[in-house]
């Protein structure tokens, strides 16, 4: 009789502090393992700087890494976000376009706590003492700053009212066009996913066509098990990923204690992964 190796547990969608997860790269592995998971994707926020550390865990504890990052787009007005698998992370153009992203979101928190600053007790000073040294800064960071100040109760709770997209403190950064990213990540020999596509409670979502313009330019799958997805959505995404040639991943968006998403609560086929290891670059998959 063969033996057949154990369900494999396989979640692609988390972030570390070098994001605006809360644990670093080693720990956010470690974590992982425990939590039962045989393979995980690191996928800060517009960076690539946790990946050698993560790399190294993953080796120590015998987890499979799949190297990523988590892109910020936009497309007809709305934040799309662009999972990249596997690219080539000195890749220039798509290099470029996240080192823009990044010095973006610098100014623009700024102009968000300098907005703030008018009506709640809080300082540019508050909020980098919770932004860990090149880290790519977000809301959260600001997040984390107004619980430490008593303004809000958690991250959660912030984003609720003062941190709101749809609020009067809000202010967007740049971020590249969610077409565009797509061929840049292809360009880079990455394994472009849509997250999340149709998180609603964020903000606005995009329709089909942006999706059609995407699967056009490249990609290659939807996140659609992910907890921001309604049930119905889920349904119309699998129809949608069925009809323009896409696979669909299913993952936990986790951020250690910045958010209630727990690792493997939603997880990947195996047979996804496969197609995402054939297709990346050679660099990151090692
Ligand atoms: P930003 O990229 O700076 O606009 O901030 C968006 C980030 O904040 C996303 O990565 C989310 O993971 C995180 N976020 C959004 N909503 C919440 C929430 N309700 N609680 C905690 N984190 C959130
Ligand atoms: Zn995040
Ligand atoms: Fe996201
Ligand atoms: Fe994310």
Redesign the pocket.
């Known amino acids: 009789m063969p033996t057949y190796p154990g369900p494999v547990r396989i979640d692609l969608h988390t972030?570390s502090s070098v994001?605006?997860g809360t644990q670093p790269p080693a720990e956010l592995v470690a974590a992982a393992a425990d939590a039962g998971l045989d393979v995980v994707a690191l996928t800060d926020?517009d960076t690539t700087a946790g990946w050698q550390q993560a790399g190294e865990a993953a080796d120590a504890l015998g987890l499979r890494l799949v190297r990523g990052m988590?892109v910020?787009c936009e497309a007809a007005g709305a934040?799309v976000?662009l999972l990249s698998y596997l690219h080539d992370p000195t890749s220039p153009g798509l290099l470029a376009e996240i080192e823009r992203s990044r010095e973006s979101?610098v100014t623009r928190?700024m102009r968000i706590v300098e907005r703030l600053g008018v009506d709640v007790p809080l300082t540019w000073q508050d909020v980098q003492e919770h932004i860990v040294e090149g880290a790519t800064?977000?809301?959260?960071h600001i997040?984390d700053a107004l619980v430490a100040r008593g303004l809000a109760t958690?991250?959660?709770d912030?984003?609720?009212g003062l941190l709101s997209?749809r609020g009067s403190y809000y202010v967007p950064?740049y971020a590249p066009d969610a077409v565009e990213a797509v061929a840049l990540v292809r360009q880079a020999g990455g394994v472009p996913v849509m997250a999340h596509p149709l998180a609603r409670l964020?903000g606005r979502v995009v329709d089909d066509g942006v999706v059609e313009a995407m699967a056009a330019a490249g990609l290659a799958g939807l996140e659609v098990d992910h907890r921001d997805n309604a049930e119905a959505d889920r349904a119309h995404l699998r129809r949608l990923a069925r009809r323009l040639g896409l696979f669909t991943t299913g993952s936990s968006?986790y951020?250690g204690v910045?958010?209630d998403n727990r690792l493997g609560e939603n997880t990947t086929e195996p047979e996804v992964l496969e197609e995402i290891w054939s297709r990346g670059h050679r660099s990151a998959t090692g």
């Open positions: 972030h994001s605006d926020h988590e910020s934040s976000h979101r928190a800064i977000g809301r959260p997040a958690d991250r959660g912030a984003f609720a997209s950064h964020r968006d951020h910045g958010k």
